[in-house]
């Protein structure tokens, strides 16, 4: 079964700095996508960035960027450029490809503080 | 656009009660989900949709909890009876089920306590 591992379960930060979350995870699967989802304290959960397996290259969305290490089954967040709002709970998340098999499956989450 | 649209935002019942949750998906997705979220067991999939068919239930905790999909715009969470265990916040989610890998897009969940 997939597994997602997020070991930081609280991480600081001061404004205008950067910070990486770490994710690792688990499959036999080649065929798979990875994202990326903040929870803020409305506890509405927001898609940061996804990652598709198959592509070599980081995905980048603005200040947000990633690392995907696919034989390290590695998939951290670098969120640069810290800013207040950034202060939420990330969730690390592992979609299987193909077929029906369509499960999002969570990490625990990492909670972000941000400092002025 | 309009995202997936959940309600009621907020509930508080009694034990014992009936609850419904309800849940609009993202016109054209066809793929629904149901997910709880709880500080001891994180977030969980209860159930999810595919084409209005039910694919895997397997999360559904017991016979309590109860979902259907009647047509491609509507879903339906039902507990009954409620119990304070229940207490959780139920998220609603949609995606185009092909290709896979598409994004899964939340709605801003239900807070059900259960007194």
């Given at each position: 079964?997939?597994?997602?591992?997020?070991?930081?379960?609280?991480?600081?930060?001061?404004?205008?700095?950067?910070?990486?979350?770490?994710?690792?995870?688990?499959?036999?699967?080649?065929?798979?996508?990875?994202?990326?989802?903040?929870?803020?304290?409305?506890?509405?959960?927001?898609?940061?960035?996804?990652?598709?397996?198959?592509?070599?290259?980081?995905?980048?969305?603005?200040?947000?960027?990633?690392?995907?290490?696919?034989?390290?089954?590695?998939?951290?967040?670098?969120?640069?450029?810290?800013?207040?709002?950034?202060?939420?709970?990330?969730?690390?998340?592992?979609?299987?490809?193909?077929?029906?098999?369509?499960?999002?499956?969570?990490?625990?989450?990492?909670?972000?503080?941000?400092?002025? | 656009?309009?995202?997936?649209?959940?309600?009621?935002?907020?509930?508080?019942?009694?034990?014992?009660?009936?609850?419904?949750?309800r849940c609009k998906p993202i016109s054209g997705h066809n793929s629904l989900f149901w997910y709880r979220q709880t500080m001891m067991r994180g977030l969980e999939l209860l159930i999810y949709f595919n084409n209005n068919v039910p694919i895997d239930d397997s999360g559904m905790p017991e016979d309590r909890f109860s979902a259907k999909m009647p047509n491609a715009s509507f879903s339906t969470l039902k507990i009954q009876p409620s119990e304070p265990?229940?207490?959780?916040?139920?998220?609603?989610?949609?995606?185009?089920?092909?290709?896979?890998?598409?994004?899964?897009?939340?709605?801003?969940?239900?807070?059900?306590?259960?007194?």
């Amino acid at each position: 079964a997939q597994t997602v591992t997020q070991s930081q379960p609280e991480m600081s930060v001061q404004e205008a700095e950067t910070v990486t979350l770490s994710c690792t995870y688990d499959t036999s699967e080649s065929d798979y996508y990875l994202f990326w989802y903040k929870q803020p304290p409305s506890r509405q959960m927001i898609l940061v960035i996804r990652q598709e397996a198959y592509k070599q290259q980081n995905a980048t969305e603005n200040r947000f960027s990633v690392n995907f290490q696919k034989a390290a089954k590695s998939f951290s967040l670098k969120i640069s450029d810290s800013q207040l709002g950034d202060a939420a709970m990330y969730f690390c998340a592992y979609r299987p490809g193909g077929g029906y098999t369509d499960k999002l499956i969570f990490g625990t989450g990492t909670r972000l503080q941000v400092f002025p | 656009d309009a995202g997936v649209i959940q309600s009621p935002r907020h509930e508080v019942t009694e034990m014992g009660q009936e609850v419904t949750l309800r849940c609009k998906p993202i016109s054209g997705h066809n793929s629904l989900f149901w997910y709880r979220q709880t500080m001891m067991r994180g977030l969980e999939l209860l159930i999810y949709f595919n084409n209005n068919v039910p694919i895997d239930d397997s999360g559904m905790p017991e016979d309590r909890f109860s979902a259907k999909m009647p047509n491609a715009s509507f879903s339906t969470l039902k507990i009954q009876p409620s119990e304070p265990r229940d207490s959780a916040v139920y998220f609603c989610a949609s995606s185009l089920g092909s290709p896979s890998g598409n994004t899964i897009y939340f709605g801003e969940g239900s807070w059900l306590t259960v007194v």
